[in-house]
């Protein structure tokens, strides 16, 4: 029994982030744009140092969703079908969108949010979660947060709260009450965030996955330095841009604090793939894949790019696995 809550538990989280998608939102009286990504970017706070998004309905047409579907656990297929029966929602058809933010805390662990906007039933969803998790709400800003307790614990980590009848906000109380705190006009969205703006601008609508940050922030707050990141030399933000076909394509570009800069991080990425390439007697996975990056510099600027078969990623996994 305790392992079927966990289950069910998880599958909560689960879905709201997987349910993640974004339809067209336009109910903001004020609000900056970014032309053909989604509206639900004006809730996320400005103090946001990286944002992610993702086009699930492209990704739902893609190869790659059927075999994810080809690897799902008979646990999680019950318990979807379970969840679409009682709210009437069906990921794959009901969802548009993703978007997602968060920020890194000095010497504590780091915020973030998923905002989700689809086609559901808010009453119906909410009732199903009521009935498998026991949430504690709270009451902010006019709206009803649900905190839901970590399985087989007493922690109380995560929550969602709607912010419409289609849209939707997943993550830790401070995060969600920032979100609430946008929506309400209290404070101004990632897109009024100048260094944050200027990224997502520069991304196409037709990306099926992507992603910006503020490294200088991010790292400047990590909680934790690794050796490695002491190594690398400054960078001030990065970009990436991901389709999945039949091939994984896409682009990572790292904008360095100066040009002598991005000549040595060039370096180490080159020396890294190398490396990795050494290995490919004993790891032909490995050697597939990073043959499929290239690395380029230009002025501060450093550009990965990548193109490699979407198999090779279940492959990498089969090979992780013990055997």
Same mark, same amino acid.
């Given at each position: 029994?305790?392992?079927?809550?966990?289950v069910?538990a998880?599958?909560?989280?689960?879905v709201?982030v997987?349910v993640?998608?974004?339809?067209i939102?336009?109910n903001h009286?004020?609000?900056?744009s970014?032309a053909?990504?989604?509206?639900? @970017?004006?809730?996320?706070?400005?103090d946001?140092?990286?944002?992610?998004g993702?086009?699930?309905?492209k990704?739902v047409?893609?190869?790659?969703?059927?075999?994810?579907?080809?690897?799902?656990t008979?646990?999680?297929?019950?318990d979807?079908?379970?969840f679409?029966?009682?709210?009437?929602?069906?990921?794959?058809r009901?969802?548009?969108?993703?978007?997602?933010?968060?920020?890194a805390?000095?010497k504590?662990?780091g915020?973030?949010?998923?905002i989700?906007?689809?086609?559901?039933n808010?009453?119906?969803?909410?009732?199903f979660?009521?009935s498998?998790?026991?949430?504690?709400?709270?009451?902010?800003?006019?709206?009803?947060?649900?905190m839901?307790p970590?399985?087989?614990?007493?922690?109380?980590?995560?929550?969602?709260v709607?912010l419409s009848?289609?849209?939707?906000?997943?993550?830790d109380?401070e995060?969600?009450?920032?979100?609430?705190?946008?929506?309400?006009?209290?404070?101004?969205s990632v897109?009024?965030?100048?260094a944050?703006?200027?990224m997502?601008?520069?991304?196409?609508?037709?990306?099926?996955?992507?992603?910006?940050?503020?490294?200088?922030?991010?790292m400047?707050?990590?909680p934790?330095?690794?050796p490695?990141?002491?190594?690398?030399?400054?960078v001030?933000n990065?970009?990436?841009?991901f389709?999945?076909?039949?091939s994984?394509?896409?682009?990572?570009?790292?904008?360095?604090?100066?040009?002598?800069?991005a000549?040595k991080l060039?370096d180490?990425?080159?020396?890294?793939v190398a @490396?990795?390439?050494?290995?490919?007697?004993r790891?032909?996975?490995?050697?597939?894949l990073?043959?499929?990056?290239?690395?380029s510099?230009t002025?501060n600027?450093v550009? @990965?790019?990548l193109?490699?078969?979407?198999e090779?990623?279940q492959?990498?996994?089969?090979a992780?696995?013990?055997?």
């Open positions: 029994m305790k392992q079927r809550k966990a069910v998880s599958i909560l989280v689960g709201a997987v993640a998608g974004i339809a939102y336009t009286a004020a609000k900056a970014v053909g990504l989604p509206d639900a @970017l004006n809730n996320l706070p400005s946001c140092q990286f944002v992610f993702m086009n699930v309905q990704f047409t893609s190869p790659m969703y059927t075999k994810f579907q080809q690897q799902q008979p646990a999680i297929g019950s979807l079908s379970q679409t029966l009682a709210t009437g929602v069906d990921p794959a009901d969802i548009n969108y993703l978007v997602a933010g968060g920020r805390k000095e504590t662990k915020e973030g949010v998923v989700v906007v689809g086609s559901f808010k009453g119906a969803i909410t009732n979660i009521r498998k998790a026991a949430p504690i709400e709270k009451e902010y800003a006019g709206a009803t947060v649900l839901i970590e399985p087989n614990t007493t922690e109380i980590n995560k929550g969602l709607f009848d289609r849209e939707m906000a997943l993550g109380l995060s969600l009450k920032a979100v609430l705190d946008v929506k309400a006009g209290v404070n101004k897109l009024f965030n100048p944050m703006a200027a997502i601008n520069g991304i196409s609508e037709t990306e099926m996955l992507w992603f910006a940050g503020d490294a200088a922030g991010l400047a707050n990590a934790i330095t690794t490695l990141a002491a190594n690398i030399p400054p001030q990065v970009v990436g841009t389709n999945i076909t039949d994984v394509t896409g682009k990572i570009t790292a904008t360095a604090t100066t040009a002598d800069s000549v060039a180490i990425l080159r020396g890294l @490396l990795g390439q050494l290995s490919g007697d790891n032909p996975e490995l050697k597939m990073l043959g499929g990056l290239t690395v510099q002025s600027q550009n @990965l790019a193109n490699f078969p979407a090779l990623i492959q990498l996994q089969q992780r696995s013990p055997r």
